[in-house]
């Protein structure tokens, strides 16, 4: 028996299949990276550094947005209350996706970095090399079909159903996804020029448009779960994410702080940006006052849990740890330290991993055939839930303190110390970090594990007696 | 949030908020860029520099190190390694990797010509000389 409202529903089960497998594969190169922190050499020149690391930040990438265009899949039928445009097309592009994603990640760790542009065109159009903007041109080009393809269909579903206000946040927020991944292909041979508009692709992205996405994710599992009146929820959708724009469009300065940019951003950018945590405080009471004031007891108490997570940990990541170090004045100090390292981890996982597994957790029961997941999978799909949360932020908090020793032995005292004889300095916190790492990935095979896990039998029905073993 | 405040209305804040705040970030930027050539050596860089900076990127440095205080974490700031080292420590440092040294971080070998390596060095000297607003706070990056 099926659960989904609109049979078309049923595309988003790859891609969230696709995201978990990615985010794996991420999480196991992130093992890889933080064991090179402590053993300078480890697996080089086999997989060097660099390339552990563009496979780690491409590879979160790549599975969020299969998470962003699985939700899409899944919750824009519901929405607009008709199938989706074309199935067929969400099944082309999930393979043409997949396809060039596997490639290119076959591509950084098969030849060396410069081969790999020498074969797939860099001179024509030079895009390369640049963070989390790596991939080939092939790549890129493919990332800018799939992306349109995508809003082609979801636009046309849009178009022909009801407009909420949930579905049409997040077209805005994936209309800007795709509009700002333009930028990666402007690449001036003036260093300042092209790091000031390769911020319009990172910094716009995860502190822009993409809160528009997260807001609708979880605007409409809140929805579900709690069945509070869609005009409220939609309400606060709004003012969350008008401040999150507000904020974030002018807090794009606070990277234009030491690059070559006019000085004036440090009060541009410092004042909007100390200001950024307010949609994410915003998102955190949200969440808490839906929930609160909730009409039903959703089932699928794991999901529930995901939500109000999302809430708590985006805020602490790029809330908090974000204001930490974004005023000029710290940041003169912080920019480009570990502490940069703590904040991405944390606010990447609270924010954007976590609202992705929200809407899995959410959707895959249903794309499984079954309303909610049976008690003992949600019972592991939770401690899953606080194994990977509570580690990532040891995760963030080694890494902050050893953000903080950095400057304070490299920037900030008397006879300050060179890089690699400060970093000798911080091996204790590097080893706790990747032990925290450790617990993570048990916590994300839990994760995996709560897929398959079924109530013992003994356990599915009310208290009956247990047959005698004889 | 009370009932007076309608769902219309934090739509229109939003949508006015928005455009409002988008314009201000062009006016911003298309002052920035016209700022931008004082504050930099030349503002078009020279074939070498521009070759250098392709160097820079195809051989994937940001992967490891940070310019500008922008990239990875694992190895040194290279925005004032010129100003740090000078040109003819890069070169030779750039040819002596890797190092090897038992449990120590490493550089790729890179088999760069001498042309290459003088491209590479007049990208990293350019750099130093952005106006960064005094950043890094010392010589150490």
């Not at chain 1, 491409?58 to 989706?84: D, H, K, Q, R, S």
């Not at chain 1, 580690?391 to 953000?403: P, R, Y």
């Not at chain 1, 993570?440 to 095979?445: E, K, Q, S, V, Y």
């Amino acid at each position: 028996m099926t659960h989904l409202q609109y049979k078309s529903q049923a595309v988003a089960k790859p891609y969230f299949i696709a995201a978990i497998a990615l985010f794996v594969g991420q999480v196991l190169f992130g093992l890889i990276l933080g064991l090179q922190y402590v053993i300078g050499d480890f697996l080089f020149p086999a997989i060097p550094f660099n390339v552990a690391r563009m496979v780690h930040t491409n590879l979160l990438i790549v599975w969020l947005l299969f998470g962003f265009m699985g939700a899409a899949y899944y919750l824009v039928p519901e929405e607009t209350e008709t199938e989706l445009h074309s199935p067929l097309l969400a099944h082309v592009l999930f393979w043409v996706f997949l396809i060039a994603g596997a490639l290119t990640v076959v591509g950084y760790l098969a030849v060396p970095y410069a081969t790999l542009a020498e074969m797939t065109g860099n001179d024509l159009l030079e895009t390369m090399g640049r963070e989390f903007l790596e991939q080939p041109l092939p790549t890129k080009l493919g990332i800018v079909v799939v992306a349109l393809a995508f809003l082609y269909n979801i636009g046309m579903t849009i178009l022909k159903g009801r407009k909420t206000a949930i579905s049409m946040i997040l077209l805005m927020g994936l209309v800007g996804l795709a509009v700002l991944f333009l930028f990666a292909f402007y690449n001036p041979s003036n260093l300042v020029k092209d790091k000031y508009f390769w911020w319009w692709v990172v910094h716009l992205w995860v502190e822009g448009v993409w809160e528009l996405i997260m807001a609708a994710i979880l605007g409409f599992v809140l929805l579900r779960i709690t069945g509070v009146d869609r005009e409220v929820i939609e309400k606060w959708l709004y003012v969350i994410i008008t401040l999150a724009l507000v904020t974030g469009i002018i807090g794009t300065g606070h990277h234009y702080y030491w690059i070559g940019a006019p000085g004036y951003w440090q009060w541009w950018g410092g004042i909007f940006s100390a200001l950024e945590p307010l949609p994410f405080f915003a998102m955190t009471v949200f969440c808490f006052n839906m929930v609160n004031r909730r009409r039903r007891q959703h089932p699928n108490k794991a999901a529930t849990l995901w939500a109000l997570g999302t809430g708590v940990m985006a805020f602490l990541g790029a809330g908090v740890w974000g204001f930490l170090h974004t005023l000029a004045p710290i940041n003169y100090y912080t920019h480009g330290t570990q502490i940069t390292a703590a904040h991405g981890h944390l606010a990447f996982y609270g924010a954007y991993v976590m609202v992705v597994l929200t809407i899995i957790s959410y959707a895959m029961p249903m794309l499984r055939g079954r309303e909610v997941n049976p008690e003992r999978a949600q019972v592991l799909e939770m401690w899953s839930f606080w194994l990977m949360t509570v580690s990532m932020v040891f995760i963030a908090l080694f890494l902050t303190a050893a953000g903080i020793l950095q400057a304070w032995l490299q920037r900030i005292i008397p006879n300050p110390q060179a890089f690699m004889s400060v970093q000798d300095q911080l091996v204790l916190f590097y080893w706790m970090r990747w032990i925290a790492g450790v617990v993570f990935f048990i916590g994300l095979a839990v994760y995996l594990y709560s897929f398959f896990a079924k109530d013992k039998p003994e356990t599915v029905q009310t208290g009956e007696v247990q047959p005698a073993a004889t | 949030m009370s009932a007076t405040f309608t769902k219309a209305m934090a739509r229109n804040i939003f949508y006015g908020g928005t455009v409002f705040f988008i314009l201000l970030f062009l006016a911003l930027t298309f002052h920035t860029t016209r700022q931008i050539p004082q504050r930099v050596p030349n503002e078009t860089p020279s074939p070498e520099v521009a070759r250098g900076k392709v160097l820079w990127e195809t051989r994937n440095c940001i992967g490891c190190h940070t310019l500008l205080g922008e990239g990875a974490y694992f190895a040194p700031e290279l925005g004032n390694v010129y100003k740090r080292r000078g040109g003819e420590f890069i070169k030779i440092w750039i040819k002596a990797q890797p190092t090897k040294v038992p449990g120590r971080r490493q550089m790729p070998q890179f088999h760069f010509t001498d042309e290459q390596l003088d491209d590479l060095v007049a990208f990293l000297k350019w750099t130093s000389e952005i106006n960064t607003e005094n950043w890094p706070p010392n010589i150490q990056g």
